[in-house]
């Protein structure tokens, strides 16, 4: 299950970065929004985001037995698990945010867009940060789970990436929230 997890969060962090790039460039200004072959990219990354988060779901619950039964919880020893577990959550509440002020509904042929304000941009920078705790703090199991070797460079090189890219989609929702809001 764990091998199937990491193959699924692979899926993930490349939909993810496609996604990200993409809709940094929307948000900014740069690329027209409205393209199908983004949408599908998007809802695939929602259906990969619903299986990692049930196979997530039975890995944690199967430690809460494994606590319950052994009736130590050693909860400062397992302060990253934790933190991979937690995050993992918060990414789930504010991913149905992210939906709900990022779908479009088409009236009379005009795309409409959710109000985007002060409420919208926190949840949406809390987005980004959780995804920052989750994605940093997995990506090392990642790598050793895909069976990668001496991927220390690799992975420093990642790590790199992903936080400039994290930084990116921060700096454009807050673009957005500044073009919505001079409107």
Same mark, same amino acid.
Do not use: P
């Given at each position: 299950m764990r091998k199937?997890?990491?193959?699924?969060?692979?899926?993930?962090?490349?939909?993810?970065?496609?996604?990200?790039?993409?809709?940094t460039l929307q948000m900014a200004g740069f690329l027209a929004g409205g393209s199908q072959i983004l949408k599908i990219m998007a809802w695939c990354m929602v259906a990969l985001?619903? /299986?990692?988060? +049930?196979? %997530?779901?039975?890995?944690? &619950?199967?430690?809460? #037995?494994?606590?319950?039964?052994?009736?130590? !919880?050693?909860?400062?020893?397992?302060?990253?698990?934790? /933190?991979?577990? +937690?995050? %993992?959550?918060?990414?789930? &509440?504010?991913?149905? #945010?992210?939906?709900?002020?990022?779908?479009? !509904?088409t009236e009379d042929g005009a795309v409409r867009l959710h109000v985007f304000e002060g409420a919208q941009l926190v949840t949406q920078l809390l987005l980004v940060v959780s995804i920052a705790l989750h994605v940093l703090s997995n990506i090392r199991p990642l790598m050793i789970a895909l069976g990668a070797k001496k991927f220390k460079n690799f992975l420093l090189d990642l790590l790199v990436i992903l936080s400039v890219l994290l930084l990116a989609s921060g700096i454009g929702f807050i673009v957005y929230f500044i073009r919505w809001n001079a409107i």
């Open positions: 199937w997890n990491a193959v699924l969060s692979m899926g993930i962090l490349a939909l993810f970065l496609v996604h990200a790039v993409a809709g985001i619903a /299986l990692h988060t +049930i196979i %997530g779901c039975k890995l944690t &619950a199967d430690t809460l #037995s494994t606590i319950k039964k052994s009736g130590a !919880s050693y909860f400062k020893e397992n302060q990253l698990f934790w /933190l991979r577990r +937690i995050s %993992g959550f918060a990414i789930m &509440a504010f991913i149905a #945010s992210h939906l709900a002020f990022f779908m479009t !509904s």
